[in-house]
C-alpha cells in the first residue's frame, strides 16, 4: 500500500510560480512512475507530468503540450518525494493537483496509477 500526501498548494499571481511537493510512504518510491495531474472545476481530469525509471537511477519526464516548458518534474528518492514545479502561471492552471503512483508501468495510462493523493488546489489569480 502506498500512500501520497501532496502540498504546496495554494493562491498565485498570473505569470507566478510554485513548487507542488508531494510526499510518499510505502513501498520502493525509486521503482516507481510518479505522476502528476490536475482537474479544473467541471472539467475532467487531465495528466499534466510523470517521471519514469528507466533503469538503475536513470529517469525520463514527460509533459502534457500545455505545460510543456513551464513545467519541471522531478523527484528526491531519499526522501520518497516528487515535485511539480511550474513558472509563468496562468488562469487556466488553477486546478486540484494529483500526484499518483504506478507501482508497475511507466504510468502511459491514468488506469495505469494505482495510488493517487488528495490533491492540492492550486488558484491562479488574474
Known amino acids: 500500500q502506498v500512500q501520497l500526501v501532496e502540498s504546496g498548494g495554494g493562491l498565485v499571481q498570473v505569470g507566478g510560480s510554485l513548487r507542488l511537493s508531494c510526499s510518499a510512504s510505502?513501498?520502493?518510491?525509486?521503482?516507481?512512475?510518479m505522476g502528476w495531474f490536475r482537474q479544473a472545476p467541471g472539467k475532467e481530469r487531465e495528466f499534466v507530468a510523470r517521471?519514469?525509471?528507466?533503469?538503475?537511477?536513470?529517469?525520463?519526464?514527460d509533459y502534457a503540450d500545455s505545460v510543456k516548458g513551464r513545467a519541471t518534474v522531478s523527484r528526491h528518492n531519499a526522501l520518497n518525494t516528487v515535485y511539480l514545479e511550474m513558472n509563468n502561471l496562468q488562469p487556466e492552471d488553477t486546478a486540484v493537483y494529483y500526484c499518483a503512483a504506478d507501482t508497475t508501468h511507466e504510468g502511459v495510462l491514468d488506469s495505469d496509477y494505482e495510488y493517487w493523493g488528495q490533491g492540492t488546489q492550486v488558484t491562479v489569480s488574474s
Open positions: 510505502g513501498g520502493t518510491f525509486s521503482r516507481y512512475t
Open positions: 517521471i519514469w525509471r528507466r533503469g538503475g537511477n536513470v529517469y525520463s519526464t
